[in-house]
């Protein structure tokens, strides 16, 4: 499986844009990228997923370079509650595994 | 629609002693997962059921984990004996299948063995 990086820790405002990199350098092309999220005392929380195209939901934007060897994930707005640690996975399409790193953990500061 | 339930929320027990988790998965759901969480690391993938079948138990230490999924619905996750090391967060999750893009996870336990 292609491993992630991400990085440690990272701060945002509150009402601002929130930018998390990942980088997957050795991705493979039937390999997607996840994005889950863990709040506070909580499981893990499903955000987003795409294999090469630029994905958006209600909850984020996933950004995907043109060579896939990197991602971004995007809050559009950060609030308070979107305190997390966030993880980056590549999972195959063809398989169920979530194989979770430590994450990058956000703070949203007033 | 309510979401993976899972009991215990805490846990507290003496090494050696057995301990029990329980978990509810969301209705419909064929596919259960069972992880730990140890303090600051991702959850990591102790066992996978496909209905009542564990179809991937490769990462579960066996020699005092067990697993069991009756009639494809409720699961249990037992330790005996537990030790010191096996404190940590356990968390429960499912999906409609293996194939699934999302995967639903519960509160999960947090067990400390003193």
């Known amino acids: 499986d292609a491993k992630t990086t991400q990085p440690t820790s990272m701060d945002c405002a509150e009402g601002r844009a929130a930018n998390l990199p990942c980088n997957h350098s050795t991705i493979s092309g039937n390999e997607y990228v996840y994005w889950y999220r863990q709040i506070h005392s909580q499981g893990p929380q499903y955000i987003i997923h795409g294999l090469k195209n630029n994905e958006t939901n209600e909850m984020a934007s996933l950004i995907i370079t043109e060579d896939r060897k990197s991602s971004t994930l995007i809050l559009p707005h950060a609030t308070l509650r979107d305190t997390a640690v966030y993880y980056c996975?590549?999972?195959?399409?063809?398989?169920?595994?979530?194989?979770f790193g430590a994450g990058t953990t956000v703070t949203v500061r007033a | 629609e309510a979401g993976v339930v899972q009991s215990p929320r805490y846990k507290i027990i003496e090494k050696k002693q057995p301990v029990a988790f329980w978990c509810n998965p969301i209705s419909g759901h064929n596919t259960l997962y069972w992880y730990r969480q140890n303090l600051g690391q991702g959850p990591e993938l102790l066992i996978r059921y496909e209905n009542e079948e564990a179809v991937d138990d490769s990462q579960l230490p066996k020699d005092r984990f067990s697993a069991e999924r009756l009639k494809g619905v409720d699961s249990t996750l037992k330790i005996q004996p537990a030790e010191l090391g096996d404190s940590a967060v356990y968390l429960c999750a499912s999906s409609w299948d293996t194939r699934s893009y999302e995967q639903y996870f519960g509160p999960g336990t947090r067990l400390t063995v003193t």
């Open positions: 996975i590549v999972r195959p399409g063809d398989d169920y595994k979530l194989s």
